[in-house]
């Protein structure tokens, strides 16, 4: 059975930091590329970030480029996102998903990550 268990929102001050971790198993998690996404209030899905299955290939979306950086250690089997000069914008429920930007299918039940004054 797949499970992803993501860890590590709450509550942070503009301009913060946050590091999310994702824990995957029940599949063989070295040989998938995997996603994070989120889902502000009110809106839809939004994909953040890929990493390839190897860990040499990473890519953001644009809102986040150069802010959130995606990392995944194959020997522990989790997937992680740090979050830095977070924006209040970035408020959402994080999802860990398996897969990559235009396939990711499974994914945990998220973490909260609210940013505010």
Known sequence: EVQLVESGGGLVRPG???RLSCAASGFPFSTYAMSWVRQAPGKGLEWVSTIASGGNAKYYADSVNGRFTIFRDNAKNTLDLQLNS???EDTA???CAKGGR???GYRGQGTQ???SS
């Open 113 to 115: 990550v609210t940013v």
């Open 16 to 18: 913060g930091s946050l």
């Open 93 to 95: 429920m994080y999802y």
């Open 102 to 104: 235009w396939d990711f």
């Open 86 to 88: 977070l924006r209040t």
